[in-house]
């Protein structure tokens, strides 16, 4: 089944701890691209990437890092976690920009204490 | 980047048609418009897109004006499963391809 696959879909973990939340999509796709979602901001871009090893900022990168070393993977890293990325977190893929919709997954809910 | 105006909610009884405006008065000649929808907490999903042309699939038809400065989504039939948070959002063009932002989008309640 084609999807977009995060883990995990729920971390409750302590301020200043690193952790990574891994995205995994099986579609060969291109793009991918990480989102938050707060209660009355929406859904805000954090970072997004092109292709392998490429790359860029979206809205709210801050307090987040991001690598493309696979086509199919893009964790997003959370070097020293504070209780303001307490929020719900999409990845997204698609097989490019402009042209193809978007796949989301189904979500990770983290809490940071 | 092109914003989006959506109202915030909207009711619809069950087997009407839903029409759900979007403004994007600055969107450029390059930009899609996309619609999506997010039920409860899931991942959004996507419905339609366009660039000029009225498009139809299998979930809805997507009106976009001659002018491209608004779009209507229509939902033909609308279900109680329909009820959701739709979202119209517009590619960023140029070299911020890929970045994408998401309005506050439309609460849709479905009513029996």
């Known amino acids: 089944e084609a999807q977009v696959t995060q883990n995990p879909r729920y971390l409750i973990t302590v301020t200043g701890k690193k952790l990574t939340v891994t995205c995994s999509q099986n579609?060969?796709?291109?793009?991918m691209s990480w989102y938050r979602q707060d209660p009355g901001l929406g859904l805000r871009q954090i970072y997004y990437?092109?292709?392998?090893?490429?790359?860029d900022k979206g809205d709210v990168p801050e307090g987040y890092k991001v690598s493309r070393k696979e086509k199919r993977n893009f964790p997003l890293i959370l070097e020293s976690p504070s209780p303001n990325q307490t929020s719900l977190y999409f990845c997204?893929?698609?097989?490019?920009?402009?042209?193809?919709?978007?796949?989301f997954g189904s979500g990770t809910r983290l809490t940071v204490v | 980047d092109a914003k989006t105006t959506q109202p915030p909610s909207m009711d619809c009884a069950e087997g009407r048609a839903a029409n759900l405006p979007c403004n994007h008065s600055?969107?450029?000649?390059?930009?899609?418009v996309y619609w999506y929808r997010q039920i409860h907490s899931q991942g959004p999903q996507y419905i339609i897109h366009?660039?000029?042309n009225n498009e139809t699939n299998e979930m809805a038809s997507l009106i976009i004006t001659e002018d491209r400065k608004s779009s209507t989504l229509i939902l033909p039939h609308a279900t109680l499963r329909d009820t959701a948070v739709y979202y119209c959002?517009?590619?960023?063009?140029?070299?911020?391809?890929?970045?994408?932002?998401f309005g506050q989008g439309t609460i849709l309640t479905v009513h029996p």
């Open positions: 997204a893929s698609s097989f490019s920009t402009g042209i193809y919709g978007y796949t």
């Open positions: 579609m060969n796709h291109e793009y």
């Open positions: 990437s092109m292709n392998v090893e490429v790359t």
């Open positions: 600055t969107i450029s000649g390059n930009e899609y």
């Open positions: 366009g660039l000029k």
């Open positions: 959002i517009v590619e960023a063009g140029g070299t911020s391809y890929g970045k994408l932002t």
